[in-house]
């Protein structure tokens, strides 16, 4: 059983940072995922890392301004956000996933509860 609860998220400027933490119990064993959902738009993946943290993967938007990690002794995943842009503003929630090269979809059906983070202009 993988139990995610998100935190961090908030509400900041432009070009501000904010890390989010995603409480990952029984979730070291996985590939773990960040997604982000706005309103009125489709879910999309933001960031996947491999359980060993070997692989990475990011999402074109948030490339070099993101960045994804994981401590598996602390079963918590990581996303540090710089640079924000309004664009970033969504719920955002990390899963598990299949991570592959440069493919990453959610996987086994492990969600967290969601963090807002809005970026304002």
């Known amino acids: 059983q993988v139990q995610l609860v998100e935190s961090g998220g908030g509400l900041v400027q432009t070009g501000e940072s904010l890390r989010l933490s995603c409480a990952a119990s029984g979730g070291t064993r996985y590939a773990l995922g960040w997604f982000r959902r706005a309103p009125g738009k489709e879910r999309e993946v933001v960031s996947c890392?491999?359980?060993?943290?070997?692989?990475?993967y990011y999402e074109d938007s948030v490339r070099g301004r993101f960045s994804i990690s994981r401590d598996n002794a602390k079963s918590t995943l990581y996303l540090q956000m710089n640079s924000l842009k309004p664009e970033d503003t969504a719920m955002y929630y990390c899963?598990?996933?299949?991570?592959?090269?440069?493919?990453?979809?959610?996987?086994?059906?492990?969600w967290g509860q969601g963090t807002q983070v809005t970026v304002s202009s």
């Open positions: 890392i491999s359980s060993a943290a070997d692989n990475t």
């Open positions: 899963a598990t996933v299949y991570l592959i090269g440069r493919l990453c979809t959610p996987r086994y059906g492990y």
